[in-house]
């Protein structure tokens, strides 16, 4: 008697789990190319194709494989390293930034953490306003 409560119970709890919809697989968000720049010292990102390729004024340049690239509350956090170097991006979106020497202002303010070079600030993304005025 016991063992066909315990065999009811079971079926019960089976066929109420069967009619719950199943949740929608979460889709992760991918930041895809991406540049910045920044002065004093001069400095440039790209990322493409899984790749981080940091270039320096003071010659301090190199590429690695992106390890994580994450979707925040106010923009991305990118990170890559090796045995020899590192690098964290951090990317705000939607603030506004002036290059402070072309004249120019990007969507993003980046801020670049890397081996050797120290912590870095500049700007990235879309051309928002050039020298004349227009993007």
């Known amino acids: 008697m016991k063992n066909m409560m315990l065999l009811s119970s079971l079926a019960v709890l089976l066929l109420t789990a069967c009619g719950e919809p199943a949740e929608a697989p979460v889709v992760e968000e991918k930041l895809g190319d991406y540049s910045a720049l920044g002065t004093e010292p001069g400095w440039t990102v790209d990322i493409e194709n899984d790749e981080i390729a940091f270039s320096s004024q003071n010659g301090k340049d190199f590429k690695l494989p992106v390890e994580r690239a994450k979707k925040t509350a106010t923009g991305w956090e990118v990170r890559g390293f ?18 402070g020497m ?3 202002s990007y969507a993003d303010t980046v801020k670049v953490q890397a081996s050797e070079v120290g912590t870095l600030n500049g700007c990235g993304g879309t051309v928002t ?3 004349d005025g227009a993007p």
């Open 129 to 131: 306003e050039g020298p």
């Open 82 to 99: 090796s045995d020899a170097s590192n690098i964290n991006i951090y990317i705000t979106s939607g603030e506004t930034c002036s290059d």
């Open 102 to 104: 072309s004249d120019r």
